[in-house]
């Protein structure tokens, strides 16, 4: 048996855009991967902030909706099977005799032999509801994600919010769930125009100006909400299997600051080649400064610095090992990527 069933050649810290192109590209350097998010979603802000919106600043795209560019790269990545590990914050990391690094986080303890952090702009939170009954039936029947819509089939759904998310989420249940409302406590949506004249136009019925007052359950599981008008105060109760909070998130920078690592102001410092200070631990994309340029919060630049954190790693890892990997032109991938 191996000393260490969990340790991978490297761990990447955020399953954003930077992280997720990490991820493709160290299975390009036949390195072992697991990504470690979160959130229960991969993608990062593209998916939490923006993802109706257009980028039309990543190279050999036009013009690309965030959640399409996010899917892409989840498609990249799994050409190499990195093992995605969601729901987990990394909260310490520690250097262990042997030179390699422990993660541990809000769940669970991982190990590296190098480290990759893209964790952006900080952990990602779901904001919740300070509610009677939303605590207490989180996962049964409160949900903060739509992760697979199939989990909803055939049920009652109440989507709280009026952004992107509730929006998107809504129309993506209303096909197979028995009944789907959404309730947001204003007239205007923030979600995408076109999104929102869908929703009107579809089977879900909206209540603006409702909020959610209790979640209701009978131990197990949820069976009812109330909710309320918020001009008028009146009350209605109904019958629902599920709650989904789509409320927006809050990044939390917190843990990272506790690691040992350099910082310029609430950045990680590294150097041209993605080093951070800390041996066999690098970073790209959003999370960091590079010396003698700054900070360019740009997807362009993050992923270019993922590939040079990657090709670092692979050297720290196997000093034989070239910086340049070749091209991944001359490379036959076509078994991988069809
Ligand atoms: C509204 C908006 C529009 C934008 N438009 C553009 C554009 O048009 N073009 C462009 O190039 N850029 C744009 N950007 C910037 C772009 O989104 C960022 O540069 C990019 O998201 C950075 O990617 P990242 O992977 O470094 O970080 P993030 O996208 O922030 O992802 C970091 C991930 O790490 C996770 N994480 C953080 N801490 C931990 C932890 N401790 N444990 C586990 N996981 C953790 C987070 O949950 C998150 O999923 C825009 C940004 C915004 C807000």
Redo the contacts with the bound molecule.
Sequence with gaps: MQANESLRDVLI???????LFAAFYAGLRGLSVRV????EQL????VT??PE?Y????AGFPKIKAKDLVANLITQAQTFQPEFVLG???EELRRLNDGTYEVRTSKGVHHGRAIII???????KPNTLDRPGVKEYEGRGVFYFVRNPEDFRGKRVLVVGGGDSAVDWALSLEPIARKVTLIHRREGFRAHEASVQALFASGVTVKTHYELKEVRGDGRRVTEVVIFQNQTGEEETLPVDAVILALGFKSDPG??KRWGLAFEGRYIKVNPRMETNLPGVFAA???VFVEGMGNL????V?FGQAAIAVNSAKTFLDPSARFMPGHSSSMDLSQKTR
């Design positions: 810290v955020g399953g954003g855009p930077v992280g470690i998010e979160a959130l993608g990062g802000q593209l902030l923006y919106k980028i039309y600043d990543v987990e914050r990394a893209t964790t952006g702009v900080g952990a990602f843990a990272v994309g959003d999370a919060k740009l997807l362009a993050g």
